[in-house]
């Protein structure tokens, strides 16, 4: 059984930046794709970005592409993804989710996921 946790939300002003980290344990890291995904009050929820078991498969939705970058170690079990030019409509609730095979944008598709750190960006 995996067991994920994020850290590194917070509140920040726009334009600034923020790094999430992601812990996993109880699993063979290397062998899961990862995503995170975030989700906005009355919103669904929603794929940002992914990577594969090796690293060389990198996935970002359109609307952080340039912005958001996604990376893992697996030598520390974990994967990060760090934030720039954070806008008021990142605001939400950001999830790290794992599951074999390869990344998926779909939230259902996921074996395991955190409990979730907000991040709140001011305007």
């Known amino acids: 059984q995996v067991q994920l946790v994020e850290s590194g939300g917070g509140l920040v002003q726009a334009g600034g930046s923020l790094r999430l980290s992601c812990a996993a344990s109880?699993?063979?890291?290397?062998?899961?794709?990862m995503g995170w995904f975030r989700q906005a009050p009355g919103k669904e929820r929603e794929f940002v970005a992914g990577i594969n078991w090796s690293g060389g498969g990198i996935y970002y939705a359109d609307s952080i592409k340039g912005r958001f970058t996604i990376a893992r170690d697996n030598a520390k079990n974990t994967v990060a993804l760090q934030m720039n030019s954070l806008k008021p409509e990142d605001t939400a609730v950001y999830y790290c989710?794992?599951?074999?095979?390869?990344?998926?944008?779909?939230?259902?598709?996921?074996?395991?996921w955190g409990q979730g750190t907000q991040v709140t960006v001011s305007s």
């Open positions: 109880g699993g063979t890291f290397s062998s899961y794709a």
């Open positions: 989710a794992a599951r074999r095979r390869q990344v998926s944008l779909t939230p259902s598709d996921y074996n395991y």
